[in-house]
C-alpha cells in the first residue's frame, strides 16, 4: 500500500459561461473537496477538449479566461491544489498517443457521444460518421490521458462520464498488461448523487441548451430580475402555497442554511406573496455570489495574472509528473536511445518477455472438462464443466475471437479479476500469436 495521498482529479470543459446550476452541481461542491485533508487535488481547464466543439478561437480564449477566473473567485486556491490548463502539459497529448496504441477501436464505437452522433446520422439519413471528426471520436482517450498521467485515483464526475472513466481503466490496464507492469493506476469514477441539480427560470433544469439560466456572475440589477422572472404559479399572497416541484424554493435551498430552508418552507404555507419570496431568493443568492463577483471582477481586470498562476501550475506538475513520467514510459515502449543496451532483444525467447497468459483445459476427477484462462498464478476466468472436450475447445475459440461475449460464456471472472482484465488478456494472447506468425 502506498503511503501517498489520494489523487483527486478533475477537468473543466472550457465552453459557455458558467450558471448558478453549473456552481451548484460542479464549482462549489469542488471547491469543498479541494479542501479535505490528505488528498492531492488537479484541477484542469480542458482546453484541448474544447476545440471538439467550439472551434471559434477567440471564444476559445474567452472562455478559459472566464472558467478560469470562475474558479479561482469561488475560492479555489492554487498554492493548496493543482491548478492548470490542459495544454500546458503537452505529455498529455504524447501519452494520448500511447494509449491509442493500445485502446480497442470497438471500444470507442461504443463511446455514448459518438454513438449519439451515428445515431443522429441515421436518423437523418446520412452516412454513420458524417460531420464526425476523429477528435470526438478521441474524446476518450485524450480524457484517458488526462487521468492516467496524473496517476489519480478518483475522477469526480457527472454520471454521463462514468463510461468515459470505465475506458480509461481499460485503457490502463491494457497498457499495463502489454509492457509487463502497472505504469498506471486504474482510476474510479466518484459520482455525488447527493448535489443538487438546479432548476432554470421555467422550472425544467438549468441548462445552456434550455436557454433558461441565470449567469453566475451577472450584475446585481440583472441577476434581480432574472430572480423576478422566475416562472411561479398564479396564486394570490394569503393562498397557501406548495414547496414541492417549485422551482423557487429548490434554488433557495441551495443557497440556504436549514433553518431557513424551513422558515422559507413554512411562509410558502402561509401563503407568502411570490413578489416577497422572490426577494428573499435573491437575498440568499446574493449574499453568496455578490463576494465572489467582486472577486470574479477584479481577476477578469488582470488576465496576465490569471495567465501567470496557469502557467505556473502547469510548469510545476511537468516537472514534478509529466516529465519524468514520459521518460519512462518513452523507454517502456521502445522509443529509447539507440546507443544504450537494449535490455531485452527482440530476438530473445519469448519466455524471456513477460508470458502471455494461456488457456489450459483439463479434466476434473467427476470425469467432465474444464478450461481456465491463466496469467502467471492468477487465475482469471474458470469454465463451467463440459462433457466433451471438444465443447472447451470451441468456447475458447468463440471467445478468442469475439462470438462469444464474456459475459454470456458459461465461465466465471476469477477472484478480484474484472472483465476488462480478461479482456486485455485475451488482447496480449493475439497479439502474442501474431507475433509467432510473423516470425
Ligand atoms: N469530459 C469532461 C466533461 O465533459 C471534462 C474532462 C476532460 C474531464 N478531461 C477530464 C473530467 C478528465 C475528468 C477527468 O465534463
Redesign the pocket.
Known amino acids: 500500500m502506498s503511503q501517498r495521498p489520494q489523487r483527486v482529479?478533475?477537468?473543466i470543459?472550457t465552453s459557455g459561461t458558467p450558471h448558478l446550476g453549473n456552481y451548484v452541481g460542479a464549482v462549489r461542491p469542488a471547491i469543498i473537496a479541494s479542501r479535505a485533508p490528505n488528498t492531492e487535488s488537479f484541477y484542469f481547464l480542458?482546453d484541448l477538449?474544447s476545440l471538439i466543439k467550439a472551434q471559434d478561437p477567440a471564444r476559445t480564449q474567452r472562455s478559459t479566461l472566464e472558467i478560469a477566473a470562475t474558479w479561482l473567485a469561488a475560492g479555489l486556491d492554487p498554492a493548496k491544489v493543482w491548478f492548470y490548463r490542459q495544454s500546458d502539459v503537452p505529455e498529455t497529448t504524447e501519452l494520448m498517443w500511447l494509449l491509442t496504441c493500445v485502446a480497442g477501436k470497438g471500444i470507442l464505437n461504443r463511446a455514448h457521444a459518438y454513438k449519439a452522433a451515428v445515431d443522429r446520422n441515421r436518423a437523418d439519413g446520412e452516412d454513420d460518421d458524417a460531420t464526425v471528426t476523429a477528435g470526438l471520436f478521441m474524446y476518450p482517450v485524450l480524457?484517458a490521458a488526462?487521468?492516467l498521467i496524473f496517476n489519480a485515483d478518483r475522477?469526480p464526475?457527472?454520471r454521463d462520464?462514468i463510461q468515459?472513466i470505465e475506458m480509461a481503466r481499460d485503457f490502463a490496464q491494457r497498457f499495463n498488461h502489454v509492457y509487463g507492469r502497472d505504469w498506471f493506476t486504474l482510476p474510479e469514477a466518484a459520482v455525488d448523487d447527493s448535489v443538487a441539480t438546479l432548476p432554470g427560470l421555467d422550472g425544467r433544469k438549468m441548462s445552456k441548451s434550455y436557454d433558461n439560466t441565470i449567469p453566475l456572475f451577472v450584475p446585481q440589477a440583472q441577476l434581480k430580475k432574472l430572480v423576478f422572472s422566475i416562472l411561479t404559479d398564479s396564486k394570490m399572497p394569503g393562498e397557501a402555497k406548495s414547496t414541492e416541484g417549485s422551482a423557487l424554493f429548490q434554488l433557495y435551498q441551495a443557497f440556504a442554511t436549514p433553518d431557513e430552508t424551513a422558515g422559507f418552507a413554512a411562509a410558502f404555507g402561509e401563503g407568502i406573496g411570490w413578489g416577497d419570496a422572490k426577494q428573499q431568493l435573491f437575498d440568499v443568492v446574493e449574499r453568496e455570489i455578490a463576494p465572489m463577483r467582486e472577486r470574479y471582477e477584479d481577476l477578469i481586470a488582470r488576465p496576465g495574472d490569471i495567465e501567470d498562476i496557469l502557467r505556473d501550475g502547469g510548469r510545476r506538475l511537468r516537472e514534478r509528473y509529466a516529465i519524468p513520467l514520459l521518460r519512462e514510459l518513452r523507454d517502456a515502449v521502445g522509443l529509447r536511445n539507440l546507443g544504450s543496451a537494449a535490455s531485452i532483444p527482440s530476438d530473445a525467447p519469448a519466455s524471456a518477455r513477460a508470458a502471455p497468459p494461456v488457456f489450459k483445459q483439463y479434466r476434473e476427477a467427476d470425469g467432465r472438462f474444464y478450461f481456465k484462462l491463466v496469467d502467471g498464478e492468477r487465475v482469471l476466468l474458470q469454465s463451467a464443466a463440459f462433457d466433451a472436450p471438444r465443447d472447451a475447445g470451441q468456447t475458447i475459440a468463440r471467445l478468442r475471437r469475439g462470438e462469444l461475449a464474456l459475459a454470456d460464456a458459461p465461465a466465471t471472472l476469477g477472484d478480484g479479476v474484472d472483465a476488462a482484465t480478461v479482456q486485455a488478456a485475451f488482447d496480449a494472447l493475439a497479439a502474442a500469436d501474431a507475433e509467432k506468425a510473423a516470425s
Open positions: 482529479l478533475t477537468g470543459t480542458a477538449h480524457m488526462d487521468i475522477v464526475v457527472g462520464q468515459h
